[in-house]
């Protein structure tokens, strides 16, 4: 049987067409467009891919997919921040490089196969493609150097479309995912879904490579300090940001809600968070640690990538019994769906089997809780990449015999300065309710030291001077 979603006198509906693990292309009328300001960066129309094809017990269930791509900046004058105008002649920047359809994977959350999707397969499925460079954050209805970011629109936009023409009023479930930028973007509009859906409609979310903490960069890089990206790209494209966070942290910036450990508080929803312990677009491309010219770890930055894991293990630390995780001790960006396994207690499982289990409240020999974060980071003093199946990613074997050298506990921090942003977060966390707590860790003697401020951003007398820590916001910078 083939299928394929189609419009019929401007609605949305299914048809046997197309095969069904293909997607249909829905382009926003230029109406559309000026209503919703749902543009790529071109100004060519946004828009969305869509099955409405569910079938049996998936029939009004349904999962949108954000895609990844990273971010770029209009008219960056930074040499490591990717200039957006670079993306305008792609599918990254235009939808005039967009196919009438495209296919879904084999194996993934948003797949259409029973083998490789066991547990979604037969609910209907909406993906956005990402042309808007801003994390589905922006909201900008003017150009900057003649290029929009406006990827909340496009989102919202395609929210309006399926409700107008009546998808989402028969919706029972919704499942708003994404992998690395769209990661990010899940988490930052999942409040926005859930105040658009009816109150009675089960909303979750599933962040893929999109749970980022504000650390300290390689000591010596050169790249922009994350906070001060955040803070630009935030004025220019007047992100769409969580807004019970916004009230619950205010009077700090609202920008600190792009942040998932600040915002994740305020997601309202149940959530399953899939991230590697050590992901290398963090390591390398946020925060600038080096490697060989082939690509290959240096020895002397192990120390600073051990303290990078510990602080994302302790970021985990706080997040409720209603989320699940999976969390493998990988060097990777992007969590395999399948191949990729967890040894618990009692068997291994992969993320295919945690995040189905944990949707479905059915038992997981392996991780009873749904929380697997991989038991191998704690049985060998903190290796990279202890667990024998990840694929991909990078050669973890230089440091796979250097220890970390900060405790695993939250209240490592030994500086002045350290012992002031933590007591200074303790008030605040307690006007933020059950906020993330801020993860502060520090390095003893000589090797590089990270500092992770998750959850606020602060500013602080030190010395007689303003010692500004901001909430430093996560970038993706590849899928």
């Given at each position: 049987?083939?299928?394929?979603?189609?419009?019929v006198?401007?609605?949305?509906?299914?048809?046997?067409?197309l095969?069904?693990?293909r997607l249909?292309?829905?382009?926003?009328s230029?109406?559309?467009?000026?209503?919703?300001?749902?543009?790529?960066?071109d100004?060519s129309?946004?828009?969305?891919y869509?099955n409405?094809?569910?079938?049996?017990?998936?029939?009004?269930?349904?999962?949108?997919?954000?895609?990844?791509?990273?971010?770029?900046?209009?008219?960056?004058?930074?040499?490591?921040?990717?200039?957006?105008?670079?993306r305008?002649?792609?599918a990254q920047?235009?939808?005039?490089?967009?196919?009438?359809?495209?296919?879904?994977?084999?194996?993934?959350?948003?797949?259409?196969?029973?083998a490789?999707?066991?547990?979604?397969?037969?609910w209907?499925?909406?993906?956005?493609?990402?042309?808007?460079?801003?994390?589905?954050?922006?909201?900008a209805?003017?150009?900057?150097g003649g290029l929009?970011q406006?990827?909340?629109?496009?989102?919202?936009?395609?929210?309006?479309?399926?409700?107008?023409?009546g998808?989402?009023?028969?919706?029972?479930?919704?499942?708003?995912?994404g992998?690395?930028?769209?990661g990010?973007?899940?988490?930052?509009n999942?409040?926005?879904?859930?105040?658009?859906?009816s109150s009675?409609t089960?909303v979750?979310?599933?962040?893929?490579?999109?749970?980022?903490?504000?650390?300290?960069?390689?000591p010596?890089s050169q790249?922009?300090?994350?906070?001060?990206?955040g803070?630009i790209?935030?004025?220019?494209s007047?992100?769409?940001?969580n807004?019970d966070?916004?009230?619950?942290?205010?009077?700090l910036?609202?920008?600190?809600?792009l942040?998932?450990?600040?915002s994740?508080?305020?997601?309202?929803?149940?959530?399953?968070?899939?991230?590697?312990?050590?992901?290398?677009?963090?390591?390398?491309g946020?925060?600038g640690?080096p490697?060989t010219?082939?690509r290959?770890?240096?020895?002397?930055?192990?120390?600073?990538?051990?303290?990078?894991g510990?602080?994302?293990?302790?970021?985990?630390t706080?997040v409720?019994n209603r989320?699940?995780?999976?969390?493998p001790?990988?060097?990777d960006h992007?969590?395999?769906?399948?191949?990729?396994r967890?040894?618990?207690?009692n068997?291994?499982?992969?993320f295919q089997?945690?995040?189905?289990?944990?949707y479905?409240s059915r038992p997981?020999a392996?991780?009873?809780?749904?929380r697997?974060?991989?038991?191998?980071?704690?049985?060998?003093?903190g290796?990279?990449?202890?667990?024998?199946?990840?694929v991909?990613?990078?050669?973890a074997a230089?440091c796979?015999?250097?220890?970390?050298t900060t405790s695993?506990?939250?209240?490592?921090?030994?500086s002045a300065t350290?012992?002031?942003?933590?007591?200074?977060?303790?008030?605040?966390?307690?006007?933020?309710s059950?906020?993330?707590?801020?993860?502060?860790?520090?390095?003893?003697?000589?090797?590089?030291s990270?500092?992770?401020?998750?959850?606020?951003a602060l500013?602080l007398?030190?010395?007689?001077?303003?010692?500004?820590?901001i909430?430093?916001?996560?970038?993706?910078?590849?899928?």
């Open positions: 049987m083939t299928t394929v979603v189609v419009e006198d401007g609605g949305l509906t299914c048809n046997s067409t095969p069904a693990s249909g292309r829905h382009l926003f230029p109406l559309e467009v000026a209503e919703y300001g749902a543009r790529c960066l100004g129309p946004g828009g969305f869509y409405l094809c569910g079938t049996g017990s998936g029939q009004n269930k349904l999962i949108i997919w954000l895609q990844g791509g990273g971010y770029c900046m209009a008219n960056s004058t930074k040499p490591d921040i990717e200039d957006c105008s670079r305008v002649g792609t920047g235009s939808s005039n490089y967009w196919g009438a359809s495209v296919s879904t994977p084999s194996a993934a959350l948003w797949s259409r196969t029973q490789g999707n066991p547990d979604f397969y037969n209907n499925v909406v993906q956005i493609l990402y042309c808007s460079g801003d994390l589905y954050a922006g909201r209805n003017t150009t900057r929009y406006a990827g909340h629109n496009i989102l919202a936009g395609m929210l309006a479309t399926l409700k107008k023409d998808v989402l009023d028969r919706m029972t479930d919704i499942i708003l995912g992998g690395s930028a769209g990010f973007g899940s988490h930052i999942i409040d926005y879904l859930r105040r658009f859906v009675s089960r979750s979310v599933v962040p893929v490579s999109g749970w980022f903490v504000a650390i300290d960069v390689y010596g790249v922009t300090p994350i906070a001060e990206v803070r790209m935030y004025e220019a007047s992100s769409y940001v807004q966070c916004v009230a619950a942290i205010a009077p910036p609202p920008y600190m809600c942040l998932a450990n600040t994740y508080p305020y997601w309202g929803v149940p959530s399953f968070i899939a991230e590697n312990l050590y992901d290398t677009n963090q390591i390398f946020q925060d640690t490697l010219p082939d290959k770890l240096i020895p002397a930055t192990c120390p600073y990538i051990h303290n990078f510990d602080i994302i293990a302790q970021s985990f706080n409720a989320s699940g995780l999976f969390v001790s990988c060097l992007g969590v395999d769906y399948v191949n990729v967890i040894a618990g207690p068997g291994n499982v992969n089997q945690m995040v189905g289990d944990w479905n997981n392996g991780f009873p809780t749904y697997a974060l991989d038991p191998c980071y704690y049985s060998t003093s290796a990279v990449q202890c667990n024998p199946t990840c991909g990613g990078a050669d230089p796979n015999t250097v220890t970390s695993t506990s939250a209240t490592s921090a030994t350290s012992a002031t942003l933590a007591a200074s977060t303790t008030s605040i966390s307690s006007a933020a059950s906020s993330s707590s801020s993860l502060l860790s520090s390095s003893t003697g000589s090797s590089p990270l500092t992770s401020t998750t959850s606020m500013s007398t030190c010395g007689g001077n303003l010692l500004v820590v909430l430093v916001i996560p970038f993706i910078l590849f899928i």
